[in-house]
């Protein structure tokens, strides 16, 4: 089973501050990494496909790259609204994994 | 719009058995892999089962020979049925479907496995 370790697992952040979360895969899975937002109580949101591609109606300052095994979700001035934990996923081979998630609290 | 709405959680013994349903629409079921995915109170995501268009099943081995994983594409619905239920078994359980590779998810229904 592919092993996903996201970095850091909470971190706290001042408005309009970059946040870079890490993900690291345990063996090569190209570009089947998936990133999601979820907010307490919801269930979680697309924010970016295949490690890089933007979805529809996700604010612009979401962005994603990396190939292989390290993967990074970057978010570009940072608004209350995106406290929340943020998770990776592999679907490149089964069973489909997640990483531990990351909480992103706004100061 | 994609819209998954599950039902059938509740509160259940040890031992116990529960029949999920997720009700899909704004998209041709019959097409899509479906997953369920669930999350312990407090805690991450874990792949639970998955069934193809064209069904094939799969299901993590914490829940293999426990876990039934069923769907009918005539009422583009999705079904977990599940037997011999354990505490660990306790959390919101998400339906979703696999969009070439990453999900849209439902609301989710909390099982609670407790005495």
């Known amino acids: 089973e592919v092993v996903l370790t996201q970095s850091p697992d909470f971190q706290s952040v001042t408005p309009k501050e970059k946040v870079t979360i890490t993900c690291r895969a345990s063996?090569?899975?190209?570009?089947?990494l998936h990133w999601y937002q979820q907010k307490p109580d919801q269930s979680p949101k697309v924010l970016i496909r295949h490690a890089s591609q933007s979805f529809s109606g996700v604010p612009s300052r979401f962005s994603g790259s990396g190939s292989g095994t390290d993967f990074t979700l970057t978010i570009n001035s940072l608004e209350a609204e995106d406290a929340a934990t943020y998770y990776c996923h592999q679907s490149s081979s089964l069973p489909p994994t997640f990483g531990q998630g990351t909480k992103v609290e706004i100061k | 719009e994609v819209q998954l709405v599950e039902s059938g959680g509740g509160l259940v013994q040890p031992g116990g058995s529960l029949r999920l349903s997720c009700a899909a629409s704004?998209?041709?079921?019959?097409?899509?892999?479906m997953s369920w995915v669930r999350q312990a109170p407090g805690k991450g995501l874990e792949w639970v089962s998955a069934?193809?268009?064209?069904?094939?099943?799969y299901y993590a081995d914490s829940v293999k020979g426990r876990f039934t994983i069923s769907r009918d594409n005539s009422r583009s619905t999705l079904f977990l049925q599940m037997n011999s239920l354990r505490a660990e078994d306790t959390a919101v359980y998400y339906c979703a479907s696999d969009s070439s590779g990453y999900y849209y998810w439902g609301q989710g229904t909390l099982v609670t496995v407790s005495s």
């Open positions: 063996q090569s899975i190209g570009s089947s």
């Open positions: 069934i193809t268009s064209g069904g094939s099943i």
């Open positions: 704004g998209f041709t079921f019959s097409n899509y892999a």
